[in-house]
């Protein structure tokens, strides 16, 4: 195949890689994006979107389950039923309208796509393995945009009813004992829709929280919700090994105890690591920070105009971040003056209750120094969470004592992550807690409890 030759080559093409890949081409950059399986990456085909489409689907039949008892909405309906089946083509179908329309962007922004596993020679040229033969790239750009795999623990390997995330997106059938490992972001997520579909569900989380990266005020209303669920959740107990004889899962409390847990599945969620290996990066010998590649504020590499994007590049592995880098990238090998300088890079748990959290948690923003005021508006005094059946929760915002700059805004409760938004935005936009007070809100809307929170702060609450 007649080599290509081109500005900007981009290797992967998931949220990080696609978004710079066309923002490259927008910018008149001559762009070659190459992707191994499917455009859209981990999150449009086995992350984000198809756990969203299961966790509505979930959110809707446990709904009409509750509504076969009766309710105070003085709604019955006759006892639900679901088919899995139908769930999951309505699911793929959500999928495969996403990466069609992926697709149909990089083709309309003229970029080339080149299917097949990249590996890099050196640091400006790739070879991609295609279904027509070998396929030589040059370029005078290279962006590393490969990503993040599941990983695996030690004497659990993946396989037989041993799953990861991707197998847990596409059971052929709800399983009748789902055991997850790891109470985390994946393993609660999927976890609670998984139970709300049916299956009894246990978690095993090694340490003494669930969801040990947001703080306690926050994960509380989370763990009291998945009791009432009926998950049961295992703390400070460890994953030992998969028991043949059942099958089963082999567990070690934090007492020394050993557990035996039956399971048809196991679910293994204990974190993602950068996807390093099978693409050449040790020909490159980039400078590594741990087991992703190091980057400094412009996602530029130890190697000249080699840069890395999204997940291969380390925590926080969120499509977000991803995107924004990427996009930036590609406005600075065109010229422009960036930098990755945000203040915040807001996080949501799509649990039940949700979770958001941007900037600093009161703890945070105490550690790093600072002398503040915080202040929480329960969903208890606001109508719109009455109407909506959604009072378990809370907004809390955090902000300098001085001069009452926001450092940080969290809320948990149903629905609050289209609080997230906003939430950055006062972040990005230095925001004082005057200002969020001083902006009308909708009335009725779970957003007033922003600037309600922010109204105790300034000691005037109006409804609390
Ligand atoms: P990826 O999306 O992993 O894309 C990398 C791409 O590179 C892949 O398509 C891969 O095939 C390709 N590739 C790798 N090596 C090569 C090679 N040698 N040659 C060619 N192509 C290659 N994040 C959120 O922000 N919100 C969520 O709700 C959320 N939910 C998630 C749910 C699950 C179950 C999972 C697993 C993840 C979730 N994430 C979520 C994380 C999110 O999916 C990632 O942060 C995001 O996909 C990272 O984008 P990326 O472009 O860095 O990598
Ligand atoms: P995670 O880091 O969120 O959670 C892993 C959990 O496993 C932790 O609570 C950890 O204490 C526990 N753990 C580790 N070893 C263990 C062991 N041996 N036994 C029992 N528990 C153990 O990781 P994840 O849930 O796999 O998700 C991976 C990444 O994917 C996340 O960090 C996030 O970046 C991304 N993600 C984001 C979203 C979202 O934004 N809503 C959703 C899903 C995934």
Known sequence: MEPISCAVLVLGGGPGGYVCAIRAAQLGLDTVLVEAAQLGGTCLNVGCIPSKAIIHAADVFHGAKRFAGGSPLGIRVAEPEFEIKTMMMWKDGIVSRLRGGVYGLLRRANIKVVSGIGVLSDGKTCIVGTDMGRQEITAQHVVIATGSESVPLPGLPFGGPVVSSTEALAFDEVPRRLVVVGGGYIGLELGTAWRKLGAEVTVVEAAERILPQYDAELTRRVMARLGKLGVE??????????????????????????????????????????????????????????????????????????????????????????????????????????????????????????????????????????????????????????????????????????????????????????????????????????????????????????????LVALGHGLHA
């Open 233 to 454: 959740v295992l703390l400070n107990a460890k994953a030992v090994g998969l028991d043949r004889s059942g099958p089963a899962l082999r567990i070690e409390r934090g007492d020394g105890r050993e557990q035996r847990l039956p399971a048809d599945r196991i679910l293994v969620t204990v974190g993602r690591r950068p996807r390093i290996t099978g693409f050449g990066l040790e020909e490159l010998d980039l400078r590594m920070s741990g087991n992703a590649i190091e980057i400094d504020d412009q996602c530029r590499t130890s190697m000249r105009n080699v840069w890395a994007v999204g997940d291969v590049t380390g925590e926080p592995m969120l499509e977000h971040r991803a995107v924004a880098q990427g996009e930036m990238v590609a406005e600075i090998i065109a010229g422009e003056k960036r930098s990755f300088d945000k203040v915040a890079i807001p996080a949501v748990c799509f649990t039940d209750p949700e979770i958001v959290s941007a900037g600093l948690s009161p703890e945070a923003a105490r550690a790093a120094g600072h002398t503040i005021k915080t202040a929480t508006f329960p969903f208890t005094a606001n109508g719109r969470a009455m109407t909506l059946e959604a009072e378990d929760g809370f907004v809390r915002i955090v902000a300098r004592a001085d001069n009452h700059v926001v450092l940080g805004l969290q809320a948990v409760g149903q629905g609050v992550s289209e609080l997230s938004a906003g939430f950055a935005l006062a972040l990005e936009m230095g925001a004082r807690l005057e200002d969020i007070a001083a902006t009308v809100h909708v009335h009725p809307t779970l957003g007033e409890c922003v600037r309600e929170a922010a």
